[in-house]
């Protein structure tokens, strides 16, 4: 194939300096590419249901039938409780942050190779690649808000003016996706193992968050470490708070994590600008 | 001031070891205790260059594969880091490097401009003034709204082309890409750069192409294993570039000996007018090319044929005892035959002098290269014509003596003479 590339080091007005050096480590670019970063996000979201007949549709599908099949396996069968509420809207408020976790994830993880062509001929802040595949899967979130809203208002539940708090228990998967997102993101460049076990491991971060159970059933003296190292929880009990109960969120294990999410995303940044510089030569 | 500054820049690649698996890397660092550090070869992609290219060069890397021209315009273009040392460049790159595409094949060639122009740090106005003339110079109509999956692999290098010609790049960057394209792309290629000197942008430009190479630049640095070997005049680089391929392939061209039935050639060397071996000559000097061979049983009337072939046009001179009804007779034992030309009009580069033996009309050593020789001419550094390096040394091989005569060079005087270049006034 004869094809060919175009690359150019700096948007802004010229002359400007750029240094590539051995040392020089990358400063934050982003904002001065952020066109870029949604022209990326909107590329992503283009491609992913170009050739789906049902679309987006997709999106509200995942968690739904998730939803269902959990309803019927363990809130009919198993009789797992549900905090009062139907076991699928109980479901569905987990299920809608948890498709957006892990689509998020895996989705960042593949980002690199996805496009290592472009890596290979282009320059552009990296970071960017992850971090589009975040903003992507975030499109997806607002159609399976309305679904779960939804389904809240059919059995019988009434809206609350917490609903609007919303976005606070989506940042903090949002937080966590994307950090975790770059770390997997930038290992798998090495070695692509991490495409193998990462399948594994969000099953297994699914069970360990309270996604299709409540976060009641955690032992008492366990909880607030079991909330604390896993900001999903947090997210989850907040979205069940605000949109099943109509309550406050849990302002303290907001705050706790959030602080463990700020050295989540510090160690993921920190993990791929230190593997960045080998990109374009391992891809 | 300097457009691109290299400062002690190295870099290295590890040796070839595929794709590693975190297992690899787990047991390597157990191993490692008792290997040496640094024992998995390295492949110095660069070593140590240091290099200023001021503002409004045109400046050319040739070099063989490998050399590390490519590496050098990955670092320029922030694709990929140095090991050691720093580029400081000045002013927005344009690169066009190798070929394989950034292009996305699942969106149409529309988003792709998109998506590029943003890249490239163009506003969605800028994309949207310059869309038409991307079209129009890729020269793909409807295609646009088609995925680039579905596209030629012509009409892609063509569209990723158009996307960086319409940039005002103040560095533009060429990577052998545009070589593979037709004819006339290369042209528009070759004129956009040309146009885009002109308007005193830095050009670095990395080629096989040294007729481009000879046209567009002023400067040409000749890379050899990651290392700067010269640095000058293109015309010189090229001559010495060219010089030094061809003293290659001589050298490479060992004697061995050639066995027939009945026949052991032992020996094959080329002289001089006085009678010296020598492995090159100078434009129009005489060669004599003597070949010592021996037979296993007397043989009768071996017929020899030695001619002079380029490599790639094949066949420019042959000298035939077949059909100038010659054999030597007799022969048994040690002996030799001889044929001298007397003078070779040919221009420099590398030949081959190829040769059989006939016995009784059939062959009894096959048509084969018995050596190789080099015409040299540093003369043709002081041609005057375009491209003159790089055409005598990869043109029309030989030279006839010729005058052009056209209204207004019609005098004896004032008739325009070609002869052979070379001249050992």
Known sequence: ?283 | MNSIEFDHVTKTYRGAEGYRSLRDDVADRFRRRTRKPGSRSAIHALNDVNLEVPVGQALALIGDNGAGKSTALKIISRITYPTSGRVTVRGRVGALIEVGTGLHQELTGRENVNLYGRILGFSGRDIRRRFDEIVDFAGIGAAIDQPVKQYSSGMELRLGFAIAAHLEPDILIVDEAISVGDAGFQYRCVERMSKLVREGRTLLFVTHNLAAVEALCDRTILLASGEIKMDGEPRRVIHEYLRKVHADVTERAGSQVILGPGIEIHEVTLHDSVGRSVTSIRPGDPLTVRIRFRTTAELDSPQFSIGISDPTLGMLTMASMLLDGEDLGRVSGDTWVEVSFDGLPFKPRAYDVVGDVRQNFGRIVDLQRLARFQVEDDAILNGTGTNVVTRSMRGAPVHLPYRWRYPGRESSEDVIVSELIASNE
């Open chain 1, 1 to 283: 194939m004869s094809r060919l590339a175009v690359s150019r080091a700096r948007p802004q007005e010229a002359p400007q300096e750029t240094v590539n050096g051995a040392e020089s480590g990358r400063v934050f670019e982003l904002w001065r590419y952020r066109e870029v970063l949604f022209a990326f996000i909107v590329r992503h979201v283009k491609v992913r249901y170009k050739q789906a007949a049902i679309g987006i549709g997709w999106s509200v599908l995942q968690p739904l039938f998730a939803s269902l099949l959990f309803a019927l396996f363990l809130g009919r069968f198993a009789h797992i409780g549900s905090e009062g509420v139907p076991y699928f809207v109980f479901a569905l408020a987990g299920m809608v942050l948890w498709t957006f976790f892990a689509a998020s994830v895996s989705s960042s993880a593949e980002s690199l190779i996805r496009d290592a062509a472009m890596v290979r001929k282009v320059y552009f802040p990296r970071t960017i690649l992850p971090l589009s595949a975040v903003g992507a899967a975030l499109v997806d979130v607002p159609a399976a808000l309305l679904v779960l809203f939804g389904s809240v208002l059919i059995t019988g539940g009434r809206p609350s003016i917490y609903w609007l708090l919303v976005p606070l228990p989506l940042l903090l998967v949002m937080l966590a996706a994307t950090s975790i997102g770059m770390i997997a993101a930038a290992l798998n460049v090495y070695y692509r193992d991490v495409r193998h076990a990462l399948p594994f491991v969000l099953q297994v971060l699914l069970f360990a968050s309270p996604v299709v159970y409540s976060l009641d059933v955690v032992p008492g003296r366990w909880r607030g470490l079991y909330e604390a190292f896993n900001p999903m929880a947090a997210a989850i009990e907040d979205m069940r708070r605000l949109v099943l109960h109509g309550t406050q969120p849990d302002w303290l294990s907001n705050l706790v994590a959030l602080g463990w999410l700020a050295i989540l995303v510090v160690a993921g940044v920190t993990v791929f600008k230190a593997l960045e510089k080998d990109f374009a030569d391992r891809l």
